[in-house]
Nanobody, 124 residues
Framework: QLQLVESGGGLVQPGGSLRLSCAAS????????IGWFRQAPGKERERVSC???????YYADSVKGRFTISSANAENTVYLQMNSLKPEDTAVYYC??????????????????WGQGTQVTVSS
């Protein structure tokens, strides 16, 4: 069984921080690209960040400089550190994985496996 489980969401005040975790089971993330996405009510799904099988990292302009994606290979887990949070960051955040040949430097357009999502609410 292939599973991705997000955790770490919650309610935070503007300017605060959260760290989201994406734990994989049933497969190794070593040969996958990993993406973080978010979906807010009434808005299109947005790719927040991704890391390719070759370790190249990309961020959406809306989060660049505030969010950081990282990996803990021994734990088969990917993290999204979110700082300086804004109300417009409020959304359900999903992680997703896509098999990818090694050393690819671009994130894929489509993803095969998705987590259940974790709610992030930024509000006073």
């Amino acid at each position: 069984q292939l599973q991705l489980v997000e955790s770490g969401g919650g309610l935070v005040q503007p300017g605060g921080s959260l760290r989201l975790s994406c734990a994989a089971s049933g497969f190794t993330l070593d040969y996958h690209a990993i993406g973080w996405f978010r979906q807010a009510p009434g808005k299109e799904r947005e790719r927040v960040s991704c890391t390719s099988s070759g370790g190249r990292i990309y961020y959406a302009d809306s989060v660049k400089g505030r969010f950081t994606i990282s990996s803990a290979n021994a734990e088969n887990t990917v993290y999204l550190q979110m700082n300086s949070l804004k109300p417009e960051d409020t959304a359900v955040y999903y992680c997703a994985a896509a098999p990818q040949h090694p050393y690819i430097i671009y994130c894929p357009r489509s993803y095969d496996y998705w987590g259940q999502g974790t709610q992030v609410t930024v509000s006073s």
